[in-house]
């Protein structure tokens, strides 16, 4: 059982409780994934690629809630790795379409154990009730705002 920690100005604030948790749940997914080199959020980008054929990078902006200066830098990673490929949309010379090369699908495929392991243990602090409970809470948190969205 849990020691009950001081509430404090900052053991109560639930922007540093969110950030940490965030530091926390990184960690983990490192430890369980770090000799593919990828990041949580490469992964969240690799597999809303995966889950969406010839996406566009704004497209992955809505998919991720990651803003679109980081999409960038994460895109021209994974194409520098070998990961995803892209090209011009059809109906937007502007926008590009991204999809998964084969390593990229072989990287996500050797990777989804780790990603499970990572899942597992951070909801084992937890009871089950308990996850359900946080994963219901953050995805009311993240839809209330609508740029998250």
């Known amino acids: 059982m849990l020691q009950e920690q001081p509430k404090d100005m900052l053991g109560a604030s639930l922007t540093h409780l969110l950030h940490r948790a965030c530091q ?14 990828l ?17 566009s990078q704004t497209g992955l902006v809505h998919a991720t ?7 960038a830098e994460i895109v021209k990673r994974l ?12 109906l937007d010379a502007r ?5 998964l090369t084969e390593d990229g699908e072989q ?5 989804a ?19 359900n409970g946080l994963i219901d809470a953050l995805l009311h948190l993240v839809q209330g705002f609508p740029s998250a969205k």
């Not at 990041?39 to 996406?55: E, K, S, W």
């Not at 194409?79 to 059809?90: D, Q």
């Not at 926008?95 to 999809?99: E, G, I, L, N, S």
């Open 79 to 90: 194409l520098k790795r070998g990961l995803i490929r892209r090209r011009r949309t059809r």
């Open 39 to 55: 990041t949580t959020r490469q992964y969240a980008v690799l597999m809303a690629i995966a889950n969406n054929h010839d996406i």
């Open 65 to 71: 809630g990651i803003d679109r200066s980081t999409i």
């Open 95 to 99: 926008a590009y379409a991204v999809r």
């Open 107 to 111: 990287l996500l495929k050797a990777v």
């Open 24 to 37: 926390v749940a990184d960690g983990v997914f490192n430890e369980e994934a770090g000799t593919t080199g």
């Open 113 to 131: 154990p780790a990603a499970k392991r990572a899942e597992s243990r951070l909801a084992s602090v937890l009871s089950g009730s308990n996850t």
